[in-house]
């Protein structure tokens, strides 16, 4: 009896393994040319002719909209241009908002979005190129109120409402250096230090790179005189996972950088990185 059982249980162990292995079998047959055959998206801009680049618009002096023509322009703009011009293909630029600009690389709108902050949240489910340009962040508020708020500390009091830009890098951080403070989000294309200069905002905090465009051209606007906080590093998104189209973008901006090419363009838009 104890043999024939013994028997029995072997057989079935021995059968179920053959099963396993013809389910593993059919499992590889049916998944590994889609791995294999998976068309970077370098392949597909060469293939097709044409650079698809998401960008916001709204972030001066890096991608500006004219409302007049419809076209872009801005330090990121001739990144993406050069870029386009050398791979030998055309460009177009796809309006993005900052609260979808990552999901418009996952659900590949777009091969490339022009620069945005590296964010750990960010990384979870886009790739980054390698930075070119780093930034510190500042508060901006109105001139007449910074006997008021001379100081990043001066903001943080309970009965003060920071603005911020739904989807950008700063409303996270708003979040860390305001925790007592009232955030106020507001949605594209409403922009947060538009909420300060209607009064409905004390203050934002925003690049030091845009601050110092802003102030320019809204006077009435004024950095907090209370240094730079949290240095940030600019790079283009790209798919996750592709490594090959993210290898190809990292060795351009090697050689653009060693050509001097970077350095031009940050004199030409009165940059300069930290």
């Known amino acids: 009896m104890t043999v024939r059982q013994d028997y029995r249980h072997n057989f079935f162990l021995n059968q179920l393994l053959v099963i ?4 593993f079998a059919l499992l590889l047959f049916v998944l590994l040319p889609f791995s294999l055959n998976a068309e970077s998206n370098l392949d ?3 293939s097709s002719g044409v650079l ?3 960008t916001t618009g709204d972030w001066d002096p890096m991608t500006v909209k004219d409302p007049a023509t419809n076209k ?4 990121d703009i001739d990144v993406m241009n050069e870029l386009a011009k050398d791979m030998g293909v055309k460009i177009e630029f796809v309006p993005a908002e900052w609260k979808t600009i990552v999901s418009g690389i996952t659900s590949s709108r777009y091969d490339i979005s022009t620069s945005v902050t590296k964010t750990p949240k960010r990384a979870e489910v886009a790739g980054f190129t390698d930075t070119y340009y780093k930034y510190g962040t500042v508060p901006l508020v109105l001139k007449k109120n910074l006997k008021k708020f001379p100081t990043w500390s001066s903001l943080n009091n309970k009965g003060v409402t920071i603005a911020t830009t739904l989807g950008t890098s700063q409303e996270e951080k708003a ?3 305001f925790p007592k403070s009232k955030l106020n989000s507001v949605e594209a294309p409403a922009r947060d230090f538009q909420e ?9 905090i925003t690049s030091s790179t845009e601050a110092n465009k802003l102030v320019i051209k809204y006077p009435q606007l004024a950095i907090v005189p209370d240094g730079e906080k949290n240095p940030a590093f600019l790079a283009m998104m790209v798919p996750k996972g592709d490594d090959k189209w993210n290898s190809y973008v990292n060795e351009w901006i090697k050689k653009k950088k060693s050509s001097g090419f970077f350095t031009r363009l940050l004199a030409k838009y009165n940059l300069k990185s930290l």
Do not use: P, S, T
Request: proline fraction near 0%.
């Open 44 to 46: 597909k801009i060469k």
């Open 20 to 23: 396993m292995k013809k389910i």
């Open 72 to 75: 872009y322009k801005g330090f």
């Open 196 to 204: 300060v200069l209607a009064g409905r905002a004390d203050g934002n």
């Open 175 to 177: 979040k860390e250096f």
């Open 52 to 54: 698809k680049v998401g």
